[in-house]
Nanobody, 114 residues
Framework: VQLQACGGGLVQAGGSLRLSCAIS????????MAWYRQAPGKERELVAR???????TYADSVKGRFVISIDNANNMVYLQMNSLKPEDTAVYYC?????????WGRGTLVTVSS
């Protein structure tokens, strides 16, 4: 499974960005999709997770501002980020898993200026 994220960039506080992640390879029976982020000097953290045919979870810090969506027909996952804050600055990674096997994409940098 390969994942390629894009869509990061520099945005002012209060602005919006949409991250995209293309999924390819053997994606049969993947368990779900997620976005993580890692800010400088901090550990990687879950931002949003959508389990296949199941629930969607968001970090408390992004609830009401970010939306994860999946386009199954085109094997894409998106993260719509609204009302961005400087503390959202991080490298964002898309992630998928199948059972105990996890797959990471390369990150895309989001910088929010105050």
């Amino acid at each position: 499974v390969q994942l390629q994220a894009c869509g990061g960039g520099l945005v002012q506080a209060g602005g919006s960005l949409r991250l995209s992640c293309a999924i390819s390879g053997n994606i049969f029976s993947i368990s779900g999709m997620a976005w993580y982020r890692q800010a400088p000097g901090k550990e990687r953290e879950l931002v949003a997770r959508k389990i296949s045919g199941g629930t969607t979870t968001y970090a408390d810090s992004v609830k009401g501002r970010f939306v994860i969506s999946i386009d199954n027909a085109n094997n894409m996952v998106y993260l719509q980020m609204n009302s961005l804050k400087p503390e959202d600055t991080a490298v964002y990674y898309c992630y998928t898993w199948r059972g105990v096997d996890g797959y990471w994409g390369r990150g895309t940098l989001v910088t929010v200026s105050s």
